[in-house]
């Protein structure tokens, strides 16, 4: 009867608990997010090849010599066994190299640099951490928006993220994963939402006072005629950001409401992240050229020292 009890409370406790994931990472709505879920779980399981004995040998073993029990065998020279120490040695070191190959092909699968195969163009959007509100800009659409990011169902999207001054977390967990925003730098991230919906998204960061308000609703509509719909709502109602309206809207605000923008500077996300690097001249990310990364006079004292050099061997 006691174990009966037991069993059941431990059911009971099991199903409250996974009542309470609805929303979170173990409620995955888009393709990223159900690779991590079964990574998680599968991880999960795992690891609890070695807990699960341990906490029933535990139970059992106190209950096997208890004081009452005086007519157990007593030994006490016993000091190996080579069953015991094979099982307790290579158990685990099986379960590490299962798990290092897991991560491995994860590590790789789920690369969110990587764009999603298989989904078709991506949809760029440009984001924005400030204090404490999210920006974003969609460079395709020509618009921008604060706290309320929208793309259409299905579609995958290419993240381009960077901050305004602190750190901080961009994190969409029905989606998957979360990549931090971090001022003069570019971070990617590629997701996708397989069915329509609103989800939650927040820095997963804390950032200051104003960290509990900094979260925004991710909308996936159903067909891309909403996602259309959306963006002229935002062209006819929204007004323009230029620099001088940026440094407006830099200022550290709480629970900052949603806000839209129907005319937005071209290049600003490149001049926010450039901001930081003027004493260094300017940087392509991607090709990585030579001296990409010296500032503009630096480049010429080089370029210069070079020449020099080969005339001089010229010379001789």
């Not at 009971?12 to 393709?31: I, R």
């Not at 779980?41 to 609890?48: D, H, S």
């Not at 999603?116 to 969609?138: A, P, Q, R």
């Amino acid at each position: 009867m006691l174990i009966r009890n037991l069993c059941t409370i431990a059911l009971t406790a099991v199903v409250l608990t996974l009542a309470g994931c609805s929303g979170g990472v173990l409620d995955p709505k888009g393709q990223v997010g159900v690779e991590e879920k079964w990574l998680i779980i599968i991880c999960t399981l795992l690891m609890l090849i070695v807990v699960l004995p341990v906490i029933v040998l535990t139970l059992y073993f106190a209950w096997k010599y208890r004081a009452s029990r005086d007519f157990e065998v007593y030994t006490p020279k016993w000091a190996h066994s080579t069953k015991i120490e094979a099982a307790v040695w290579s158990i685990p070191v099986l379960i590490i190299v299962v798990l290092g190959v897991i991560t491995w092909k994860s590590t790789h699968a789920l690369d969110p640099y990587k764009p999603l195969e298989g989904k078709g163009e991506h949809m760029t959007v440009e984001v924005v951490s400030l204090n404490w509100k999210w920006l974003f800009i969609y460079p395709e659409q020509g618009i921008a928006t604060v706290n309320e990011l929208v793309f259409p169902a299905d579609k995958p999207v290419a993240f381009k993220i960077t901050s305004e001054g602190t750190m901080n977390s961009f994190f969409i967990p029905q989606l998957g994963s979360q990549i931090y925003s971090m001022a003069g730098m570019e971070t990617k991230l590629h997701l996708i939402a397989d069915e329509p919906g609103t989800y939650e998204g927040f820095s997963a960061n804390y950032s200051g006072k104003g960290f509990t308000g900094m979260s925004f609703d991710a909308i996936a509509t159903p067909t891309n005629e909403d996602f259309d719909a959306w963006v002229e709502k935002v062209k006819r109602e929204g007004g323009e950001l230029d620099s001088a309206s940026y440094e407006a809207l830099t200022e550290p605000t709480e629970f900052h409401p949603v806000e839209y923008f129907a005319d937005v500077k071209d290049g600003l996300f490149h001049d926010i992240i450039m901001k930081f690097m003027k004493d260094h001249g300017e940087m392509n990310y991607y090709s990585k050229p030579e001296n990409a990364v010296q500032g503009q006079h630096e480049a010429a004292q080089h370029n210069a020292q070079h020449i020099g050099a080969h005339e001089t061997e010229a010379e001789e």
